[in-house]
């Protein structure tokens, strides 16, 4: 099972810009599916972003759309998401996850907690207004 390190955190002003990177352990990095996901206090964990196993294709929730964006560079094992104009409604913890045997079809637009089987622990986002 792939190990998944968030890095990247931290205190911002709304409008600002952040650059959450996440390294994933093992040689096999290229054969997995990888996401962001956030948690607000006292709210569900919500998907944000996801990327295919070539970085081919994105998905993005409806409210990170044109905001963030989403990329990873294979050679070095990570999955980045740039944030830019945040808003204080982007605060939460902000998790990386990757799954292995997960297969987008074509109408894919969203994915849940449940479709990815790795996680790592996490990196807080707080947008202050």
């Known amino acids: 099972q792939v190990q998944l390190v968030e890095s990247g955190g931290g205190l911002v002003q709304a409008g600002d810009s952040l650059r959450l990177s996440c390294a994933a352990s093992g040689r096999t990095f290229n054969s997995y599916v990888m996401g962001w996901f956030r948690q607000a206090p006292g709210k569900e964990r919500e998907f944000v972003a996801a990327i295919s196993r070539s970085g081919g294709r994105t998905y993005y929730a409806d409210s990170v759309k044109g905001r963030f964006t989403i990329s990873r560079d294979n050679a070095k094992n990570t999955v980045y998401l740039q944030m830019t104009s945040l808003k204080p409604d982007d605060t939460g913890v902000y998790y990386c996850?990757?799954?292995?045997?997960?297969?987008?079809?074509?109408?894919?637009?969203?994915?849940?907690?449940?479709?990815?089987?790795?996680w790592g622990q996490g990196t807080q986002v707080t947008v202050s207004s």
């Open positions: 996850a990757a799954d292995r045997f997960l297969t987008p079809g074509a109408g894919t637009v969203f994915f849940g907690p449940a479709d990815f089987g790795s």
